[in-house]
């Protein structure tokens, strides 16, 4: 994430904060990440110099105008403005985090060889809210090459307990051991 997304992301959180704004504006964020991910050349026009800033805002007026919250166009202005709505994504993501730490929300991703089972990710979730005290976003991803068990990342680490790493465990025992 660059220094320019955690700053504005950051500051739009902040304000909206303030006003008590944090929910409506976190649903029309991400209905706006949403559409620029299916039609990414709105944000290339949005971030073209070659049209003039004042056009590009006057798009997002004409695009965004009444549906999202006058904080959130102004917001969009600034970065197209500043030349950093290639940042929006990121911006997007600092938003949710902030949201989360204020909430007690952690996001973890499941990432297993088979899918999970309704029973063994209630039971994953009961375990993870109980361990951490939070309140868990938990997203499952499926990857042949675990072999077996699970692996969870959150917060830029991983609890690794697949059988993949068990053997590569194993193999690196029984490498450097001295017959």
């Given at each position: 994430m660059t220094d320019a997304a955690t700053q504005y992301g950051g500051a739009l959180y902040s304000l909206c904060k303030d006003e008590g704004l944090v929910p409506e504006v976190l649903s029309q964020l991400e209905t706006l990440q949403g559409i620029f991910e299916s039609e990414p050349n709105f944000l290339v026009l949005l971030g073209t110099p070659s049209v003039p800033k004042a056009e590009r805002c006057r798009i997002l007026d004409e695009v965004l105008g009444e549906k999202v919250h006058p904080y959130l166009l102004n917001f969009m202005k600034i970065l197209t403005e500043k030349g950093y709505v290639k940042q929006f994504a990121g911006c997007c993501r600092v938003f949710r985090q902030c949201y989360n730490e204020d909430h007690g929300i952690l996001c973890v991703t499941a990432v297993t060889a088979?899918?999970?089972?309704?029973?063994?990710?209630?039971?994953?979730?009961?375990?993870?809210?109980?361990v951490t005290g939070k309140t868990i976003d938990l997203s499952c991803k499926i990857d042949s090459s675990c072999?077996?068990?699970?692996?969870?990342d959150f917060d830029g680490k991983q609890v690794d307990g697949t059988l993949r790493r068990r053997l590569e465990d194993l193999r690196n025992i029984l490498k450097n051991t001295v017959l």
């Open positions: 088979a899918p999970l089972s309704d029973a063994l990710r209630q039971k994953l979730l009961e375990k993870l809210s109980s072999l077996g068990g699970v692996r969870l």
